[in-house]
C-alpha cells in the first residue's frame, strides 16, 4: 500500500459527528475488532470511540508518544465522548499530549470495537475508532515532553519515520494504527 496516498481528504476545519459513514470512501482502511473485557466498566463505556491522530511533517516523520520504560509507541489520541466532534478531538488530542498543532487532512481509518465481557454472546457495546491525519500547523514539542524525566508521566514525544530502537506498537488497535502509517 502507497502510505503517502492512503486515506479521504478532509478540510481542515470540517465537523464529523460519525466517522464510521467515511467506511465505503475512497482511500479509507475499514476495520472492525474486538475487545474482550474482564466486566461491564472498561474502556469503551459510556463513549463513542477513540480518536488517533497520524501527525505529519514536510519530511514525512511522524510525531509518536513514546514510554522507554514499558517499551512502546502510540499515536497521539483520545476519547470521543457523546456528542463531540471527532475532528475536534483529534485536533485538541495532538495539540494537548505535545505541544503541536495541527490542520486535519485525511481520514484514513474507519472502524467499530465490539466490547465484550465474559459469559455474554452479544457485545456489551460497540464503539467507533478512526484514525486521522493532520499536519503542523503551529506550537512546538512542549518542554515536559522532549524527554521522557521531564514530566510527570514517563512520555516523551519523538518525530520519527519508524521506531525508535527498543520501541514497540502495542497488540491490538495501537499497532495496527502505526502499522497503516509506518508501512
Not at 522507554?68 to 466532534?85: Q, R, Y
Not at 478531538?89 to 490542520?103: H, K, L, N, Q, S
Not at 456489551?124 to 503542523?136: D, E, I, K, L, Y
Request: charged share 30%.
Amino acid at each position: 500500500m502507497d502510505h503517502e496516498h492512503i486515506g479521504h481528504p478532509i478540510a481542515g476545519d470540517e465537523p464529523i459527528t460519525d466517522p464510521t459513514s467515511y467506511r465505503d470512501h475512497s482511500g479509507v482502511e475499514s476495520r472492525d475488532e474486538r475487545n474482550d473485557h474482564d466486566g461491564p466498566e472498561h474502556c469503551g463505556t459510556g463513549t463513542e470511540g477513540r480518536a488517533i491522530v497520524d501527525v505529519r511533517d514536510e519530511d514525512g516523520e511522524h510525531l509518536l508518544l513514546v514510554h522507554d520504560g514499558v517499551g512502546v509507541a502510540i499515536m497521539p489520541n483520545e476519547t470521543v465522548d457523546p456528542g463531540e466532534d471527532w475532528a475536534t478531538v483529534a485536533r485538541e488530542a495532538a495539540a494537548g499530549y505535545t505541544g503541536v498543532e495541527i490542520e486535519l487532512e485525511a481520514i484514513l481509518s474507519v472502524g467499530t470495537v465490539e466490547h465484550t465481557v465474559p459469559e455474554q454472546d452479544d457485545p456489551q457495546m460497540t464503539t467507533a475508532r478512526a484514525v486521522f491525519r493532520g499536519s503542523p500547523v503551529g506550537g512546538e514539542v512542549d518542554e515536559c515532553k522532549r524527554a521522557a524525566d521531564k514530566g510527570s508521566d514517563e512520555w516523551r514525544v519523538e518525530w520519527c519515520s519508524e521506531l525508535p530502537d527498543g520501541i514497540s506498537a502495542p497488540d491490538g488497535g495501537p499497532k495496527r494504527d502505526l502499522d497503516l502509517v509506518l508501512g
